[in-house]
Structures are given as C-alpha cells and as structure tokens.
C-alpha cells in the first residue's frame, strides 16, 4: 500500500469530520469567518499527518505492505512542521476548529499506536518461535535448554 492510493490534491477536498471546505484563500469554516494564518498553516498539516497515519493503520490492520521508513519519514517531517506551528500558536489563541481538529487527531494517534504496538507484539512473538526453532535446529541434544550437560559426559 502506497501513499498514492489515498487522496491525490488537497485541492477542493473535504476536510475533518466538520464539513469544512477549501478555496485558494483557505479554509472556510460552514458559515464563519476565515481562519488564521496559522490555523489553516495547523489545519493543513493536520490533513497530512492524518492522511500518513490513515495509509499506516489501514495497511497494518488489512496485512498489506508498506514502507515503514518512508512512513516514519512523512510523520517526522510533519510533526517538526507542527511543532513549529505551535510555538506561534503559544502566541496568539487558536480557533476552536483547530482545537476540534486536534482531538480528532489525537484520536487516530491513539488508534495508530494501538495497531502498530499489537503488530509489534506479533513480530516479537513470531521472532521467539523462530529463533527457539534455530536453537534446537542447531543443537545436537548434547546440553539441554538449562546449559548442563546430560548424562554422565564429564
């Protein structure tokens, strides 16, 4: 699964859950005032990193492959964009729509990490069963698992 079997543009497409829509001045709330600079700044890379975590959680949920580098690529470079956003956010107060987006977001997160530690788990325990199969593939029956010899070999 690749980030191109999502969304292509941002370019006219529906924001949230809230109904927002897009023009080339920004993004315009249902029937209220333009948002600031750095609320839209805010709400476009929330599109961005919910779009990368969507593809993630989808892809680790369906067993579809996807390139985890370049995944944990897009989310860094988004989280350095937004942490930088809010220090100008400490600076002046945020819009409720993009406090509202936030917890939409937070919420994704949530479930992402829950997906990604359960596959985490997975692998761990595919990684043991694979590994003690190693072991006793290799093993002659000389020492047992403690690391005694058997029998009366010395």
């Not at 927002?20 to 315009?28: C, M, P, V, Y």
């Not at 002659?140 to 029998?151: E, I, Q, V």
Request: aromatic content about 2%.
């Amino acid at each position: 699964m690749t980030f191109d079997d999502g969304k292509g543009s941002d370019a006219g497409s529906t924001v949230g859950d809230v109904g927002e829509r897009r023009d080339e001045a920004g993004i315009l709330p249902p029937g209220g005032p333009r948002i600031s600079a750095t609320g839209t700044a805010l709400l476009r890379a929330m599109d961005r990193l919910e779009f990368v975590v969507d593809v993630e959680t989808r892809a680790l949920e369906t067993h579809h492959d996807i390139d985890l580098d370049e995944t944990n690529r897009r989310k860094s470079q988004i989280l350095l964009e937004l942490s930088r956003l809010m220090k100008v956010v400490d600076q002046e107060p945020m819009e409720r729509q993009v406090i509202d987006r936030m917890s939409g977001v937070r919420q994704k997160l949530a479930r992402n990490h829950a997906v990604l530690e359960l596959n985490l788990r997975a692998m761990n325990e595919v990684a043991e069963i694979v590994a003690a199969s190693i072991r006793a593939e290799d093993s002659d029956g000389t020492y047992n698992p403690a690391g005694h010899l058997k029998g009366s070999a010395r």
